[in-house]
């Protein structure tokens, strides 16, 4: 005899998700959704086109790409060791990956894309930083314009904008090839000048990348740099030119800014504008959007030579917490049904399978039941999901060829032919334009 209660027939076990990879429930998909949705309709209004890669590559171009000494390569990446693969812990090596391997920028020199997707960091989870996190990524490919640099930070401002969410919106340049060398030349002589005061960290940093050294949160390395040479004034006349257009530009669209010189960013690729959109309200995780120009990297990964870039991403989860702080009781609803059918009986069931079948054919969201439950319990389970009617066939409504339609909300009934055929479904369409809800 079959058993409802498994179909094999050996010791259950208790397997929980790994630490720092969380399921997003079915109660939070509607914020997901309406995040995404928003974001979208904005890069559709900005002129961007969808790309989407594989989240596994081969460990070199993150290697490559991001560089040796960060974070993220030294000590993030899940990595198959014995195939030299990678899960993608960022989208923007990737996705340039994939602009040059299928030759997109010989179609169009210009190439506007964003995409949206799991990023994969093995580092220490908390309160909005996760292992597995999703990233909504954009990038321009083909253009040096500093007007596209501020109107790509007006896409995140834009997007908050519309979410109700309130970040502030730091800015500084990381020079070019040309200028940095001497910069770094200056820094790590500030630095050398207080070895012993810093971190041993920062004192093995600044051999490496002491720009890196900018970036470090020890309380007493961040006393010591209070008065480190600011980038901004060993940019070259390009780069300082550029910077300030870029400042121009941002301006113009009225989009608020401060200048922060310690920016360094977790990734090596950038070069001039670096942006970060910043919270008070997440805690330590204050990085809600970050990006930057990184015109070698094309380059770099074996593209056209001089071809730059900029991009920026999105921390999603970030921006669901504020989504969810700024509007805790909104937003939780996934969309009404149109119509649950309450079928009593075993004829009722079958009548409301197959009717259940033919409404959603022709477009309606419907809910059943099919486990026998009593009107009164199918009426509960019809109000838990918000559906606007439900309609009842019981023995009587069958032998009667009229079932039962409830406006649940005012309560009203009225009978309807149990054949909702053409006539009928264009009565359901006028209930339902009629009682849509507020
Ligand atoms: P990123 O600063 O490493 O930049 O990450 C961008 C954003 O992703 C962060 O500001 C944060 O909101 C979110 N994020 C990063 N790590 C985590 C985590 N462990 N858990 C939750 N959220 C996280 C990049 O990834 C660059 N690829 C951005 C870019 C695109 N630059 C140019 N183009």
Redesign the pocket.
């Known amino acids: 005899m079959f058993s409802v209660n498994s179909c094999r027939e050996e010791n259950s076990v208790n397997i929980k998700a790994l630490k720092g990879f969380k399921d997003i429930l079915p109660a939070e998909t509607p914020l997901w959704q309406e995040l995404e949705t928003t974001a979208r309709a904005i890069f559709a209004q900005y002129n961007f086109d969808e790309i989407r890669m594989p989240l596994l590559e081969e460990t070199a171009l993150f290697q490559r790409a991001i560089g040796d000494t960060t974070d ?1 390569v030294e000590k993030e990446m899940y990595t198959f060791a014995d195939k030299q693969q990678t899960l993608r ?4 090596a990737s996705q340039i990956r994939a602009v040059i391997e299928n030759g997109l920028l010989v179609q169009k020199p210009v190439q506007r894309l964003f995409t949206i997707g799991p ?1 994969f ?1 093995h ?1 220490r989870p908390q309160k ?4 597995q ?1 999703h ?1 909504l ?3 321009v490919l083909g253009s040096e314009s500093a007007l596209v640099d501020a109107e790509l930070i007006s896409i995140a401002a834009l997007l908050f904008e519309e979410l109700g969410i309130t970040v502030s919106l730091e800015l500084n340049s990381l020079g070019c090839p040309q200028c940095r060398p001497a910069y770094r030349q200056a820094l790590l002589a500030f630095i050398d000048e207080r070895h012993d005061h810093f971190c041993s960290d920062c004192r093995r940093r600044s051999s490496s990348n002491p720009l890196r050294v900018l970036d470090c949160k020890v309380p007493d390395c961040r006393g010591q740099l209070s008065a480190a040479p600011s980038i901004q004034e060993w940019l070259c006349e390009q780069c300082s030119a550029h910077f300030t257009e870029v400042q121009e530009g941002l301006s113009r669209l009225g989009i608020d800014f401060s200048l922060n010189k310690f920016m360094v ?3 090596d690729y ?1 070069c001039r504008t670096t942006f ?1 959109f910043l919270t008070g309200d997440l805690g330590a ?1 204050a ?6 120009r ?1 015109d070698g990297l094309v380059e770099l990964l074996g593209g056209p030579a001089g071809t730059p870039g ?6 999603m ?2 921006i669901i917490l504020l989504m969810q702080q700024a509007a805790p009781d909104l937003r939780r609803m996934r969309e009404p049904l149109d119509i649950f059918i309450a079928g009593i009986g075993d004829a009722g069931q079958k009548k409301a399978h197959s009717l259940a079948w033919e409404l959603r054919r022709d477009g309606y969201s419907v809910g059943v039941d099919y486990e026998g439950r009593s009107l009164k319990a199918q009426m509960k389970l019809a109000d838990r999901e918000h559906a606007f009617f439900v309609f009842i066939i019981g023995d009587d409504e069958l032998a009667a060829g009229r079932g039962i339609l409830r406006n649940m909300r005012d309560r009203d009934a009225e009978q309807l032919e149990l054949e909702l055929k053409a006539e009928a479904f264009h009565r359901l369409d006028e209930f339902l334009s009629v009682n849509q809800p507020e």
């Not at 812990?89 to 923007?92: A, F, I, L, S």
């Not at 990085?287 to 930057?292: D, I, K, R």
């Open positions: 993220i812990p960022e989208g923007t990023m960091r580092e909005g930083r996760l292992r996190f990233q990524n954009i990038e960013r977790g990734l950038y970060e995780q990085a809600v959007a970050a990006g930057g990184y900029i991009g920026f991403a999105m921390g989860e970030r």
